[in-house]
């Protein structure tokens, strides 16, 4: 009775689906068209009794968080991305803010006593952001608290400082890694397809560029994620292409740790006519993720993206990780319209989320090495103050 395939047959779904299934819970990797099929046909219902296998057959029930803060260091850009609610263009510096490397120190500083792992660096694009001062910016870190794992620009801003240098990605990937880049988040990859990404990524770096730099990256050894903006004027086909793409690299080299596909929030931004999609479309994402991409450890739900709610709820459609405590660290998602104004969460509360849907939490750090097992922890009053317990649900 317990048996996901019988389950999936008391639904009475098409011959197609039951085929899909079928391969997937036998561990068989599902095609593009069968992607496509998921995508059309599949309710969330049926999506959720596989991908919670898939996701208990990896994790059991852990699932991971860390704690960490961002550095935005601009939130002016040349670029122009359509669906950007945070940049602010060159020449309309009203509210923006760049930030000299001693600020962006001073930041860092400011967590000296505060036991977080890692710090998120990522922000707009401009000139005097270039290779020497990342290098020199990430020396200084590492210089400071040696470690602080530093997760750090994407190859929107490799590209960009790396063309202006004149020193190829793979020259200019060993030098980030010589000044103390530990890895890279997944961002800039918005969706691959080529007209799509003309649309809206306002003439930054291609698919194949993007795909190279990582490529690159994970061959000196290191680790990455991947991220897919979903929820604008894609279409299903379009998502799976761009999950298509990020297998295929993973085959490999096996470097991307952690796939994030992040909800298109419209506020403030060019593409504000265009609706958001409803919740259920961001479960049944995450769960056709979790099935898709046989080869990725981890799927991440970034709660200030898509609220709390959400999150505990992605928790049963295939997602096993919901990034971190952030420390209201973060202006991309607060400015796109998020419900997480201020996001942050201690870690007492980030445990009591997991906790509150069954689930068991463990923090990690950004290579998910286990920090913590919060299976019976003991917790401080310190860690305690100021924490209302929130009620669990076995
Ligand atoms: O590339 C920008 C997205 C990304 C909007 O690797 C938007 O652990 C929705 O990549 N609506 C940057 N999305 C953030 C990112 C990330 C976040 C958390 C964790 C990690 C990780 C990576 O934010 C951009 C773009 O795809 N974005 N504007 C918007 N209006
Ligand atoms: Fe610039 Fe990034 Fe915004 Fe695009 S998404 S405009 S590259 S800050």
Known sequence: MNDPMNKIKQLGV???????????????????????????????????????EIRIRRHGKKTYFNRNFHVEPTNICLYTCSFCSYSRLI???????????????????????????????????????DVDFYSSLFKKIKNHRPQLHIKALTPVEYHYIFKKAKISYQEG?????????DSMPGGGAEIFDEEIRKEIAGGKCSSDQWLDIHRIWHKLGKRSNATMLYGHIETFAHRVDHMDRLRNLQDETGGFQTFI???????????SHVEEVS??????????????????????????????DTAQLSLQFGVDDIDGTIDDTTKIYTM???????????????????EQ???????????????????????????????IPLPTTN
């Not at 290579?367 to 924490?387: A, H």
């Open 336 to 354: 796109a319209g998020s419900e997480e104004q201020t996001p942050a969460l201690s870690t007492r509360e980030l445990v009591g989320l997991i």
């Open 91 to 129: 020449k309309q510096r009203t509210d923006g803010w760049e930030y000299t490397e001693e600020e962006i120190l001073d930041i860092i500083k400011s967590y000296d006593n505060k036991p977080v792992t890692e710090v998120h660096i990522v922000g707009g694009v401009l000139p005097k952001y």
């Open 279 to 308: 919740c259920i479309e961001d479960l049944r994402n995450y769960a056709i993720g979790r099935i898709f991409m046989d080869n990725f450890d981890h799927i991440k739900a970034y709660w200030p993206m898509i609220g709390r």
């Open 173 to 181: 990937m060993e030098k980030m890694l010589e000044a103390g880049l």
């Open 14 to 52: 098409d011959a197609d689906l039951e085929r899909i299934a079928e391969k997937a819970l036998h561990q068989e990797r599902i095609s593009i068209e069968e992607g496509v099929s998921l995508y059309e046909k599949a309710a969330l219902g049926f999506l959720g009794i596989l991908a919670d």
């Open 357 to 387: 849907v069954g689930k068991a939490p463990i923090e990690r750090d950004t290579l998910y090495n286990v920090v913590q097992n919060y299976e019976g922890y003991e917790w401080g009053e310190e860690e305690l103050r100021g924490y």
């Open 261 to 271: 596909p992040l909800k298109f929030r419209n506020k403030d931004n060019m593409m």
